[in-house]
């Protein structure tokens, strides 16, 4: 069994999402998150390169297809959008940026996670304390089709270090989402 970062762990629980949202088996679905390309051997970036070395994957399947698979399904999409970002990759993206002018997301039945854990918003402090949460202040329903899910690392009252995945989903969704992650849980 190969190891899973803590993003890839989150970004698969786009499954949970998907399965609270009742969208339809044979519905496309799609989970969208950036790839930071710096640091990696493929990408011969020159010293000194301050410019953007990212780039945005995409996991594709059905709603049908990820529900029935479970989360090692959705982790091995996650994985396989993540390691397709190669040097290739990133040449193309940026060769469809300068032929279609930055063409829009696809943004129906989306989900775009962001981990802002290394931003540095730990050592901010506006004069109360110690950062809890960097993110949206507020989500709403009119967000639910597309919603970016930020999620950052943080510490409870007791000191104690966490991840905090705040989402935004209808009432009636965000109860079967608590009832899909608690399923999902039990299984690690």
């Known amino acids: 069994m190969s190891r899973s970062s803590r993003f890839e762990l989150v970004a698969a629980f786009w499954l949970a999402r998907t399965a609270a949202l009742g969208y339809g088996a044979d519905e496309e679905v799609w989970l969208s998150f950036i790839v930071n390309a710096r640091g990696r051997r493929d990408v011969p970036l020159l010293e000194g390169f ?3 070395a990212f780039a945005y994957s995409v996991a594709a399947t059905t709603a ?13 999409l996650v994985k ?7 040097y290739d990759y990133l040449l193309s993206v940026a060769d469809l940026m300068v032929l279609r002018g930055r063409p829009l997301f696809t943004l129906s039945r ?3 996670v962001s981990d802002v854990s290394h931003t540095g918003f730990k050592s901010v402090d506006f004069g109360w304390g110690e950062a809890v949460y960097g993110g949206p202040a507020k989500g709403g329903e009119g967000l639910i089709p597309a919603v970016t899910n930020y999620f950052s690392r943080s510490k409870n009252g007791k000191g104690e ?8 989903l209808p009432k009636d969704a965000m109860d079967k989402f608590q009832l899909e ?7 690690i």
Request: aromatic content about 8%; charged content about 15%; some cysteine.
């Open 50 to 52: 301050y410019g953007n």
């Open 64 to 76: 049908g297809e990820l529900c029935a698979g479970g989360l090692g399904y959705a982790l091995e």
């Open 80 to 86: 396989k959008a993540k390691s397709a970002v190669t």
């Open 110 to 112: 989306a989900y775009i």
């Open 161 to 168: 270090e966490g991840t905090v995945v705040p989402i935004s």
């Open 181 to 187: 992650v608690e399923g999902l849980t039990a299984e």
